[in-house]
C-alpha cells in the first residue's frame, strides 16, 4: 500500500488595522510564521483599516464578499483572523464563509500542542485549550462538526469539545489538581536548589530569539534548538561553570509573544515560576530582527505583569553575524553571535560582571599553610586576588551577602 502525504492546509490570513495600532505590521508577519510553524500554507493575507472591529463579524461585508469569493476560486481550508475573536463572531464568519474560522489565540494554542514533549506541557497545553474553548462550545456549526481536524484542533481533540460545559468544567478541575501536585514536587525541588544557595540564572526572550542556543553554548549540552517559533515549552534546568569552582545553574523556558492568550499565562504559571525565583535574567533578543525593539517591549511587559520586572537583568543581542548597526535599547548588554568561536567566553564574562555588581566585596589576609581552605569557598565566591607566593598573603572576591558567613572563620584567623 502506497502512503500518500497529507496535503498542507491552504489559509487565508485576515486583520484589521486599527488608527492607533503600531504594531501591526510586525503583527501580521508573525501571524504568517506562526501559521507556517502549524502546518499550514499560507495563499494570502488580507487587511482592512477600520475605526472598529465589527461586532457581528470582525470585518465589514466587502471584505467578507471578497474573501469567500477567494476561498472558493482557491479551494481554502481554514480563514485565520489575526485577533481575538469572540464566540459570536466566530460562530458568525464561518456561517458566512463556509470554512473553519480560528482566531490568533487558538492558532497559539495549536503550536503550543505541537510543541508539548512532557507529560506535564501535555496537561497544561490540554487546560488552556478547553479554558479557551468553554465559552464557545454553545451555537459552534463548523469547526465543531467537521471531523477532518488539522490546525486548530490539536490537544483535546474536537469530540471532546462537543461534550456538555459540565463534562469540560469537571475535566478543567481535573487537570488543575494533577498539575497543583507536580508543583508541589517542583516547588519541593526548587527548595532544595534555594537552601544550596546556589546563583540562579533565567533565560527569557521573544519566541526564537535563540534561547535555547545560548542555553547549549553556556552548558556544553543538547537542548533543542531550531528556527521556529516556540521550539522549547518545558522548563530546563542545567549547571554551568562560570570562573574557577563557581557555579550556577541556568533555566529556559517558553518564549513570550505579544498577544499571549492569557488561559496559557495562567496554564504555564508553574513552568514559569522556575525563572521568578532566579538571581540574575539573561535577556535573549534576536537582534536581525527588525522588530526586536517591539519584541523587547512586549518581554518587558509580560515580565511586569508576571512580577518578575524588578529581578536584576542582562540583555543579550544575539545574531549578529546578520546585522550591520544596531541601535541598542537595553542595557547592561552584550552583541554576539551564539555561532561565532569566543561567544562563550564573552557571554561568561558579562556574566561574572554582573554578578560582582549583585554580591558584595570582601577581602583577607590568610596563612599559606592554611590555603587549601580556599575549596571550601570555590562554590559561593568569585575570587579576584589570591597570590600565594608569601607566607601571607591576601584573598579578595565577591560573594553574595547571603553567604557571608562563610567568611567568618577566615577573619576570626586574623585576630
Given at each position: 500500500m502506497i502512503e500518500t502525504k497529507k496535503a498542507q492546509e491552504l489559509v487565508l490570513l485576515v486583520g484589521v488595522e486599527l488608527p492607533k495600532d503600531s504594531n501591526f505590521t510586525m503583527s501580521m508577519l508573525e501571524l504568517s510564521r506562526l501559521a507556517q510553524t502549524a502546518g499550514a500554507k499560507v495563499v494570502d493575507s488580507y487587511v482592512?483599516?477600520?475605526?472598529?472591529?465589527?461586532?457581528?463579524?470582525?470585518?465589514?461585508?466587502?471584505?467578507?464578499?471578497?474573501?469567500?469569493?477567494?476561498?472558493?476560486a482557491d479551494e481554502i481550508d481554514t480563514v485565520i483572523v489575526n485577533n481575538r475573536l469572540t464566540p459570536r463572531q466566530n460562530t458568525n464568519l464561518e456561517a458566512a464563509l463556509g470554512v473553519k474560522v480560528i482566531d490568533r489565540m487558538q492558532l497559539i494554542l495549536d503550536i503550543f500542542a505541537l510543541r508539548a514533549r512532557s507529560h506535564e506541557g501535555k496537561m497544561q497545553v490540554h487546560l488552556a485549550q478547553l479554558k479557551y474553548m468553554l465559552p464557545r462550545l454553545a451555537g459552534q456549526g463548523i469547526m465543531l462538526s467537521r471531523q477532518a481536524g488539522g490546525i486548530g484542533s490539536r490537544g483535546p481533540g474536537e469530540s471532546q469539545l462537543e461534550l456538555n460545559r459540565r463534562s469540560i468544567r469537571h475535566q478543567?478541575?481535573?487537570?488543575?489538581?494533577?498539575?497543583?501536585?507536580?508543583?508541589?514536587?517542583?516547588?519541593?525541588?526548587?527548595?532544595?536548589?534555594?537552601?544550596?544557595?546556589t546563583f540562579k540564572i533565567g533565560l527569557i526572550g521573544y519566541t526564537n530569539a535563540g534561547k535555547s542556543t545560548i542555553m547549549n553554548l553556556l552548558?556544553?549540552?543538547?537542548?533543542?534548538?531550531?528556527?521556529?517559533?516556540?521550539?522549547?515549552?518545558?522548563?530546563?534546568?542545567?549547571?554551568?561553570?562560570?570562573?574557577?569552582?563557581?557555579?550556577?545553574?541556568?533555566?529556559?523556558?517558553?518564549?513570550?509573544?505579544?498577544?499571549?492568550?492569557?488561559?496559557?499565562?495562567?496554564?504555564?504559571?508553574?513552568?514559569?515560576?522556575?525563572?521568578?525565583?532566579?538571581?540574575?535574567?539573561?535577556?535573549?533578543?534576536d537582534a536581525s530582527d527588525p522588530n526586536h525593539s517591539e519584541q523587547e517591549d512586549v518581554v518587558l511587559s509580560l515580565l511586569t505583569e508576571l512580577g518578575?520586572?524588578?529581578?536584576?537583568r542582562l540583555a543579550v543581542y544575539n545574531k549578529m553575524d546578520q546585522v550591520e548597526r544596531l541601535v541598542a535599547t537595553a542595557f547592561p548588554n552584550v552583541r554576539l553571535s551564539a555561532k561565532a568561536s569566543g561567544s562563550r567566553q564573552l557571554l561568561k564574562n558579562l556574566i561574572i560582571d554582573e554578578i560582582r555588581h549583585l554580591f558584595v566585596p570582601f577581602s583577607f589576609t590568610m596563612a599559606a599553610k592554611d590555603s587549601y581552605k580556599l575549596y571550601e569557598l570555590d562554590k559561593f565566591v568569585i575570587f579576584d586576588q589570591v597570590p600565594r607566593e608569601t607566607e601571607v598573603f591576601e584573598v579578595s572576591g565577591y560573594i553574595a551577602q547571603e553567604n557571608k558567613w562563610r567568611l567568618e572563620a577566615f577573619y576570626d584567623q586574623d585576630d
Open positions: 482592512q483599516k477600520k475605526e472598529r472591529y465589527d461586532s457581528k463579524t470582525f470585518i465589514g461585508s466587502g471584505k467578507l464578499l471578497e474573501l469567500k469569493e477567494r476561498i472558493e478543567i478541575y481535573d487537570i488543575e489538581q494533577k498539575l497543583k501536585t507536580i508543583e508541589k514536587n517542583r516547588e519541593t525541588v526548587r527548595e532544595k536548589r534555594l537552601d544550596a544557595q552548558t556544553d549540552n543538547s537542548q533543542y534548538e531550531a528556527d521556529e517559533l516556540f521550539a522549547t515549552l518545558d522548563a530546563t534546568t542545567k549547571k554551568i561553570s562560570l570562573k574557577g569552582g563557581f557555579q550556577a545553574t541556568l533555566t529556559d523556558t517558553v518564549g513570550f509573544i505579544q498577544d499571549l492568550p492569557t488561559e496559557l499565562i495562567a496554564a504555564f504559571k508553574s513552568t514559569l515560576e522556575e525563572s521568578r525565583h532566579v538571581d540574575l535574567l539573561l535577556h535573549v533578543i518578575m520586572d524588578q529581578i536584576p
